[in-house]
């Protein structure tokens, strides 16, 4: 228990039972002491309580000998589903659970195990926090909105009737206000949770595997102190992935990392990749004033259909970006004020270099291997859908695994795998997991691309709607992009779903949730939408599945 009502529940559950049992609760303890001269079982009370979905047991010895309450009472606990040495009448040690790293994966696993009864260390090398809030989802998107206010400010469809205006950049104010914001949502979000949780430990320092049950941490004192552990969960992220370029190392490139705090917008930024950290950024440094040239390997967000690449690049160039795709940067010279890329015959002079070519998994130097757990190709834990590695009791989540670099997918994942550390049975299911890139516009896809599909053996067919046919787009006098879906071919069951528009991570989730449930591309686009807003996209394009929008007024059901 863990909250008034969380004993108000444990209570009626009782009363069920016999309401001549007298309970009293303490959840700030997690204890019930049930009273009352019902011939209960306590048995019977305990499965009460576990129904609701709370642990308990029987804490009092002498009630073993008795098949009904006595006077003295049940007194029921919550304790971990899989404590050890958990037995009928006997209070069961907490599980001891040890998480390397700090960030959403690993609170979420901390504060549903804590939830469970067990005793959690968190072993934190760096800053609390991890990615999302301190170098990734936070800033990042504070930054892309500060540029999208100055871009409007100096520019926008309306500017036929509403003046343009000259906007400075006043680059160390935004940095400090962002980093203001970063530093509130990393105390309330993160520390506080600490300071208020006494079940979740945390021990600052570096981890690394003894043996599968033990941990040894360095600590920044100079003194090591050893961690043993019933279940592990490796929850440690990802950093910067740097291509051996020749003559880039040594030289001061920035990373995601590095640009995020930068107090310098400058002249000339050559970016170095193509997927959304590259994009995000590169079109922030555009809007708040500089020139940008993007160099990438392949084409723009490469694993994602290639009309939505093709869609961002038509919107990126026609706000002046100039975009290179399908080569790679041979060599970087620094003259100790700028950098020389060269790509090719061509040679680039560019005042700040970004290389934005993906992430890493921080795998190394933990002795992952020496324990016996698998790693891939690229450095990253091997998971099942249950979160488990290749070694018994060891768990891992986020953006160090398998699974793909999200937040949400991290944090779900921590919280799925403390359920399991701690006996229960939950998996993780990606089927419907959406994805949204922050450029403007921005791109959102969930489920399958045609692409996708092809290669999966499953016949489709697909429809695209140019946003030029959607009401609130051209009430927005933006009509740059477009929503395609995909449906399964004979039954019009939708498996996918891709959107370019100035709103689309907005829309994608009514998306998410029409294949989750099952919906055909009919059944999605006789839905009631609201009129004017860009969702109506997905039920118009659904629309063209079976009917001419041409041949429809403009809000027809």
Not at 378 to 385: K, L, S, T
Not at 392 to 407: E, K, L, M, N, R
Request: glycine content about 10%; charged content about 25%.
């Amino acid at each position: 228990m863990t909250c008034a009502s969380c004993a108000a529940h444990v209570a009626g559950a009782v009363k069920k039972l016999d309401p001549r049992i007298d309970v009293r609760l303490s959840y700030p303890e997690g204890i019930a002491r049930i009273d009352g001269a019902s011939t209960t079982a306590p048995e019977r009370v305990v499965s009460a309580i576990r129904d609701l979905g709370y642990g308990a047991t029987v804490l009092r010895a002498e009630l073993e000998r008795s098949e009904a309450p006595t006077a003295q009472g049940t007194v029921a606990r919550k304790v971990s589903r899989s404590a050890r040495g958990a037995g009928k009448g006997v209070q069961a040690d907490p599980l001891r659970i040890a998480i390397i790293g700090s960030g959403g994966g690993a609170f979420a696993a901390a504060i549903r195990a804590a939830e469970e009864g067990a005793s959690v260390t968190m072993i934190e090398r760096g800053t609390l926090g991890g990615t999302c809030v301190n170098v990734g989802c936070v800033p990042s998107k504070i930054m892309l909105r500060a540029a999208h206010i100055r871009h409007l400010r100096e520019a926008s469809p309306f500017d036929v009737g509403i003046g343009r205006a000259a906007a400075a950049v006043d680059r160390p104010a935004l940095v400090r206000q962002q980093q203001d914001r970063v530093g509130e949502l990393r105390h309330d979000k993160y520390e506080q949770i600490l300071a208020e949780n006494p079940a979740i430990n945390l021990l600052r320092g570096a981890a690394r595997f003894k043996d599968p049950r033990a941990l040894t941490v360095a600590l920044a004192n100079g003194s090591e102190r050893e961690v043993a552990f019933d279940r592990a969960l490796l929850a440690i992220g990802a950093s910067p992935d740097v291509p051996p370029v020749r003559g880039l190392a040594g030289t001061p490139y920035w990373t995601s990392t590095e640009a995020l705090v930068s107090e310098q917008i400058p002249a000339h930024l050559v970016v170095y990749g193509g997927s959304a950290v590259a994009l995000e950024l590169g079109q922030a440094f555009l809007r708040l004033g500089s020139r940008v040239t993007l160099i990438a390997r392949s084409r723009l967000l490469s694993r994602e259909d290639p009309a939505v690449g093709e869609a961002l690049r038509a919107a990126l160039e026609g706000e002046g970006m100039r975009i290179v795709l399908g080569r790679t940067i041979d060599r970087v010279e620094f003259d100790g004020q700028r950098f020389i890329v060269e790509i090719g015959a061509e040679r680039v002079a560019a005042d700040r270099l970004l290389v934005a070519t993906g992430r890493r998994p921080n795998t190394e130097g933990i002795n992952l291997e020496g324990i016996g757990v698998k790693l891939d190709p690229r450095g990253a834990i091997v998971v099942d859908e249950q979160m488990r590695t290749s070694v018994d009791g060891i768990y891992a989540a986020g953006d160090c695994t398998t699974q793909p670099q999200f937040v949400y997918v991290a944090a779900a994942a921590g919280t799925r795998a403390a359920v399991n550390m701690t006996g229960g049975d939950a998996a993780l299911d990606l089927a419907t997991m959406p994805a949204v890139v922050f450029t403007d516009p921005q791109v959102a896809t969930v489920g399958l691309s045609e692409l996708q599909a092809a290669k999966a053996g499953r016949a489709v067919e697909s429809r695209t709607l140019a946003l030029e046919n959607v009401p609130r787009a051209l009430a927005n006098f933006d009509t740059r992009g477009f929503v395609k879906l995909v449906a399964e071919a004979g039954t019009g069951k939708l498996l996918g779903a891709q959107a370019v528009a100035a709103e689309a991570g907005e829309l994608i989730q009514t998306a998410v949730l029409a294949i989750r449930a099952r919906m055909t591309v009919r059944e999605l686009g006789e839905q009631l939408f609201p009129y004017l807003t860009m969702v109506e996209g997905l039920k118009l394009c659904a629309q063209t599945f079976t009917r001419d929008l041409k041949q429809l007024s403009c809000c027809a059901g």
